[in-house]
């Protein structure tokens, strides 16, 4: 059985940083690409960012680029998100999602086959 587990999730500042990892568990973690998305209420859920199996490529939304860095231990299992500068407007639900990704040059596709249960970030203002 597939697990993902998120964590690091709670609240935060305006301007502050946190951290958050996705422990899996129940797959060959190093076959898969990790993604991070979060949900906010009453709006879809979106993806923030996506990391290849190696870890070689990476992804990034563009509100979140250059602020969010999205690493891998494949070692650990574990894929984790720094979050930087938070704005009041991030506060979500963020969870991790493993899958197969395409990238490389202007293509980029993310086909997520598992789910995390989530992890909570609010951030007052």
């Known amino acids: 059985q597939v697990q993902l587990v998120e964590s690091g999730g709670g609240l935060v500042q305006a301007g502050d940083s946190l951290r958050l990892s996705c422990a899996a568990s129940g797959l060959t973690f190093s076959r898969y690409a990790m993604g991070w998305f979060r949900q906010a209420p009453g709006k879809e859920r979106e993806l923030l960012a996506v990391i290849s199996a190696s870890g070689g490529s990476v992804y990034y939304e563009d509100s979140v680029r250059g602020r969010f860095t999205i690493s891998r231990d494949n070692a650990k299992n574990t894929v984790y998100l720094q979050m930087n500068n938070l704005k009041p407007e991030e506060a979500a639900d963020y969870y991790c999602?493993?899958?197969?990704?395409?990238?490389?040059?202007?293509?980029?596709?993310?086909?997520?086959?598992?789910w995390g249960q989530g992890t909570q970030v609010t951030v007052s203002s």
């Open positions: 999602a493993g899958g197969i990704a395409t990238m490389g040059g202007d293509d980029f596709t993310f086909q997520n086959d598992y």
